[in-house]
């Protein structure tokens, strides 16, 4: 099956700093991958659309200049987390989709743990 | 917009023995996917098992399998033999590709040695 990475697994960062997560497909090209937001014990909740070449598409309440996307190449999307806030602690988990079109399985990154101190 | 409903927040089973998982959703559209992921402690999601709506045969996947009742907008998975392994959040999704997955709430389920 496909293999999508997140990188790094977890994060410890002081409050204010920034932190950037990329999310890689390791072997098929993706023109779109998403980014969730998982609460503990709570669904996922999607943040935004990754599109490469393009800006992403965010989701209402989401702040873009907060969490900053970009889909640099068909494998590789970053989401940075600008002047982190100890609210800002969650689990981040990224998904993508082999390009071939619609209705593809999509794939799950590993995930992403922040605690923002 | 598209909906997705898990009335069971938490379920259990005895080891070997079958359980099922309730999803229903609601969408005005005629084509579409559904999906069931599973959710470990690891929190990786791992797709269980997939169906197109425009197939009327019921997805299979070795001991999962779903009911899919397109008309009722409903779309159940089944465990059989369950497993200790199988024990994890059970999350059923609408959607897929390049359109983001609407997610239900999610079902904990237990297996009991």
């Known amino acids: 099956g496909a293999v999508v990475s997140q990188h790094p697994s977890w994060v410890i960062c002081k409050s204010g700093t920034s932190v950037k997560i990329e999310c890689r497909s390791l072997d098929f090209q993706a023109t779109t991958m998403f980014w969730y937001r998982q609460f503990p014990k709570q669904s996922l909740m999607l943040m935004a659309t990754?599109?490469?070449?393009?800006?992403?598409?965010?989701e209402q309440g989401v702040e873009k200049d907060k969490f900053l996307i970009n889909h640099a190449s068909l494998t590789l999307s970053t989401l940075t987390v600008t002047s982190a806030h100890p609210e800002d602690s969650s689990f981040y988990i990224c998904?993508?989709?082999?390009?071939?079109?619609?209705?593809?399985?999509?794939?799950f990154g590993p995930g992403t743990r922040l605690l923002v101190l | 917009a598209q909906t997705v409903t898990q009335s069971q927040p938490e379920m259990s089973v005895q080891e070997a023995e079958t359980v099922t998982l309730s999803c229903t959703y609601d969408t005005s559209e005629s084509d579409y996917y559904l999906f069931w992921y599973k959710q470990p402690p690891s929190r990786q999601m791992i797709l269980v098992i997939r169906?197109?709506?425009?197939?009327?045969q019921n997805a299979t996947e070795n001991r999962f399998s779903v009911n899919f009742q397109k008309a009722a907008k409903s779309f159940s998975l089944k465990i059989s033999d369950s497993q200790l392994g199988d024990a994890a959040m059970y999350f059923c999704?609408?959607?897929?590709?390049?359109?983001?997955?609407?997610f239900g709430k999610g079902t904990r389920l237990s297996v009991i040695a």
């Open positions: 169906q197109e709506a425009y197939k009327q």
């Open positions: 998904s993508a989709s082999p390009r071939r079109g619609g209705g593809e399985t999509q794939y």
């Open positions: 999704a609408y959607g897929g590709g390049n359109t983001p997955l609407v």
């Open positions: 990754s599109n490469e070449g393009s800006k992403a598409t965010y």
